[in-house]
């Protein structure tokens, strides 16, 4: 077996840390009948034309996990041991590793569980009674009344009249703990089965698992709630890479993107975050926007003055920031959330404070956090897109930056000045373009 490529001094700079944080953090998986492969390491690496998976493996000693050849790369998984053995041997060509880190939130969680609050609306489970498609009567969202300001706020109504098509023909993927598949909001809503994972487990059920009003079980269900009251006609493609306490491997993120984009998806929602950027996800978002696909994240709950990754690369030069956006969240008033997180990288703000959406089993539930500003804005993206206007994906999202409604004329905003997007998503404004 040929060592693991390890030479240069960046990687073993890079390697260095990140094994000496990799002690004991190899995760059991349980649950499901056939355990997904969960590696320590992963890397991208380059593949040519002839090379074949067992030639990979005996170079890079690793095991090849998902193969674009097309594309010219690979996804390998490594163990410490694998690691290791490449370090003390002299490779020849630099490859990029990272830890596996377990270490992405949905972002809606933190907020809701760091302020106590109910899940549940009134701290009690409400059936849910709403027929999807139904929309607006008389100025009143009748979808789920409970929410007419916040889509007041946000000019739902004006947009919804303008984009008749209500965001038909457009796949939207939501990356997260996966959706309730049988709720009632979503009949006729999800994508072809063929096209559901569950990269956690391994399987193609992504429906939701856990326990009702613990971790992250039903954060999935709510994102994907709220694309569809933004976008009604819109496609859900639900990808499962978090578990039920709401954390998941930076590789399932990474292979979920890809998943998406092969699937057609023309928007990807990931309203969760980390603390630290990963190589293999960043490799898969400008993949991502080199086919056009925008790619939408949550800002992070722990109002701090910088986001979580990869909001916090929404902004970087070129394709990958062009079709990324980062997402805050404001409150009925336009202030910032007190939960928010904020800072340069962040270019939009979108109420996500109390908004009504399905829950599992039949339930409707409230969830507060970035993780619910993000859909809004991927929803109403998807708005935009079905109306089929000739405007590429990357124009559109600059669009809607851009036509946001001014939030720092409020005097409390103004400690915040510049650090909380261009303003607040404005679909009133943006669909009078
Ligand atoms: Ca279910
Ligand atoms: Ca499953
Ligand atoms: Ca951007």
Redesign the pocket.
């Known amino acids: 077996m040929k060592p693991f490529p390890a030479s240069s001094p960046a990687v073993l700079a890079l390697l260095v840390p990140l094994l000496l944080s990799a002690c004991g953090q190899m995760k059991a998986v349980g649950g499901g009948t056939e355990a997904a492969y969960r590696p320590e390491f992963v890397a991208q690496v380059p593949l040519s034309a002839g090379l074949s998976t067992a030639s990979l493996e005996a170079t890079y000693g690793g095991r090849v996990l998902s193969e674009a050849r097309g594309e010219g790369y690979a996804l390998m998984g490594f163990s410490q041991g694998e690691v290791r053995s490449g370090l003390s041997a002299q490779g020849t060509q630099a490859v990029r590793v990272e830890r596996n880190r377990d270490v992405f939130q949905g972002g809606g969680l933190t907020a809701t569980m760091s302020a106590r609050r109910t899940v549940w609306i009134n701290g009690e489970f409400t059936t849910w009674a709403s027929a999807r498609r139904t929309v607006w009567i008389n100025g009143v969202f009748d979808f789920l009344p409970q929410n007419t300001g916040t889509f007041q706020q946000i000019g739902l109504e004006a947009a919804q009249a303008r984009a008749s098509n209500l965001g038909a023909g457009i796949k939207v993927a939501v990356i997260d703990t996966g959706v ?4 009632p909001a979503f009949a006729g809503a999800l994508a072809p089965q063929n096209e559901w994972r569950d990269f956690r487990d391994n399987d193609t059920n992504p ?2 698992e856990g326990v009702l009003g613990e971790g992250g079980y039903g954060h999935g269900t709510a994102v994907a709630g709220i694309v569809l009251q933004v976008a009604p006609r819109a496609t859900i493609l639900p990808l499962r890479v978090l578990g039920p306490d709401g954390s998941g491997d930076v590789l399932h993120v990474a292979q979920a993107i890809d998943w998406a984009v092969k699937s057609g998806a023309r928007i990807i929602n990931l309203s969760l975050g980390t603390d630290s950027r990963s190589n293999v996800v960043q490799d898969a978002v400008a993949r991502a926007a080199a086919r056009g696909v925008l790619v939408i994240s949550s800002a992070g709950n722990d109002n701090l003055g910088s986001l979580t990754y990869p909001a916090n690369d929404a902004t970087s030069a070129g394709p990958a920031g062009d079709y990324s956006l980062s997402v805050g969240s404001v409150d009925g008033g336009d202030l910032k959330s007190s939960f928010s997180n904020y800072g340069k990288a962040l270019e939009i703000v979108a109420p996500a404070e109390n908004v009504y959406t399905p829950g ?2 039949n339930l409707l539930v409230s969830w507060s956090g970035t993780s619910m500003a993000a859909p809004m804005v991927t929803g109403s993206l998807a708005l935009a897109l079905g109306e089929n206007l000739g405007v590429s994906s990357r124009d559109m999202a600059k669009g809607l930056v851009e036509k946001t409604t001014d939030i720092y004329r409020n005097e409390m905003n103004k400690a915040y000045k510049d650090k909380l997007g261009k303003g607040r998503l404005d679909l009133a404004r943006f669909s009078a373009q």
């Open positions: 309730d598949i049988e709720h429906d939701e599992p089993d």
